[in-house]
């Protein structure tokens, strides 16, 4: 019996090792999306930004004031496109300036801020991939321990469980 159990906690580090360096990976490819949508939004802006340079010492919020207070219709329609874009880029620029800091931090952010859409976009087109680099090993042992703990903590509680239940039983006979 002991051998099952031995080949199990394996199955289960197993397990927790390629699940863990997933992490890093899905991170990876998350980032990869931000960064591509950021230069996306960039280039959506290029111009914009060219005619705030030029008129208005690139500030971006009196170009678009100067389009909402303008006579013409189109202009004013244009402000709330030009707000848009500029809202996105700045938004798409602080998720990448976070996530190009240490580790840990990452993960955290990508748990606690993470664009919806850009995680259904990873999350759909997510390739698993094991790779071996420091960080992913890293993150792989660290949740393949923390599975291997666990699987033996539910063992010696169903264990003790068993016996106090057979301790039980026996007094009654």
């Not at 997933?22 to 991170?27: G, K, L």
């Not at 848009?84 to 798409?92: D, E, G, T």
């Not at 240490?102 to 790779?131: C, D, F, H, K, M």
Request: with cysteine; proline share 2%; aromatic share 12%.
């Amino acid at each position: 019996m002991n051998i099952v159990r031995e080949y199990l906690r394996l199955a289960v580090f197993a397990i927790g090792l390629l699940s863990g360096v997933q992490i890093p990976a899905f991170i990876d490819q998350y980032q990869k999306r931000v960064d591509a949508h950021l230069i996306e939004a960039k280039q959506n802006l290029a111009g914009f930004r060219q005619t705030a340079e030029r008129y208005f010492k690139g500030d971006m919020q009196k170009l678009i004031r100067h389009y909402e207070q303008s006579e013409d219709v189109i202009f004013r329609q244009d402000a709330k496109n030009v707000q848009l874009i500029f809202n996105r880029a700045s938004l798409l620029q602080v998720q990448w300036d976070n996530l190009n800091s240490g580790v840990v931090r990452r993960a955290y952010y990508l748990a606690t801020q993470y664009n919806p859409q850009i995680l259904q976009e990873t999350v759909t087109q997510y390739s698993y991939t094991v790779p071996l680099n420091p960080v992913a090993l890293g993150w792989g042992i660290c949740i393949a321990l923390l599975f291997a703990a666990l699987f033996d903590m539910m063992i010696g509680i169903s264990a003790k469980t068993c016996s106090m239940c057979f301790h039980a039983v026996r007094k009654r006979s």
